[in-house]
C-alpha cells in the first residue's frame, strides 16, 4: 500500500509541474515554439503512466483497492477530456476560451480525484 501512496504523490507533483507550465502556456502569445509545449505533454504522459500505475497497483491488493481505485478511474476519465481538449486547442489557430475552460476545470478535476486518492490511501495505511 506505501507504494501506491509514494506513486500517487509523485503523480500529483508531475500534476502540478504540469499545471504551472500550463499556465505559462496560457500567458504566452501563439504560435508557442516547440520547447514548452513538448515539457507540457511529458508532464501529463508522466501524471497519465502514475494513473496507470496506481490503478495496477490497487487491483493487485487483496482488499482491492476502495474509494480510491474508483476515484483514479474518475481521474483517468478527466485525463482523456484532458488529451482531447488538449489537442484540439494544440491544432487549432486561435484560442477558444471554451476549450481552455474545459481543459482548466478537467485539471483541477484530475488533481482532486489524485488528492482524495492520496487521503483514502493514506487513511487506509495508518
Do not use: C, D, W
Request: net charge positive; proline share 3%.
Amino acid at each position: 500500500m506505501e507504494s501506491v501512496l509514494v506513486s500517487l504523490v509523485v503523480t500529483f507533483v508531475f500534476l502540478v509541474l504540469a499545471g504551472v507550465i500550463g499556465h505559462k502556456l496560457e500567458k504566452r502569445p501563439r504560435p508557442y515554439g516547440f520547447l514548452i509545449p513538448a515539457v507540457h505533454i511529458v508532464l501529463f504522459l508522466l501524471v497519465l503512466s502514475g494513473v496507470f500505475a496506481s490503478i495496477y497497483k490497487l487491483q493487485l491488493l487483496p482488499a482491492g483497492g476502495g474509494h480510491a481505485l474508483t476515484l483514479l478511474y474518475v481521474a483517468v476519465l478527466t485525463l482523456l477530456v484532458n488529451l482531447a481538449v488538449g489537442l484540439a486547442m494544440l491544432f487549432i489557430k486561435g484560442k477558444s476560451r471554451i476549450l481552455r475552460k474545459i481543459h482548466k476545470i478537467s485539471t483541477y478535476a484530475m488533481a482532486a480525484s489524485v488528492m482524495a486518492g492520496i487521503i483514502f490511501v493514506s487513511a487506509a495505511i495508518y
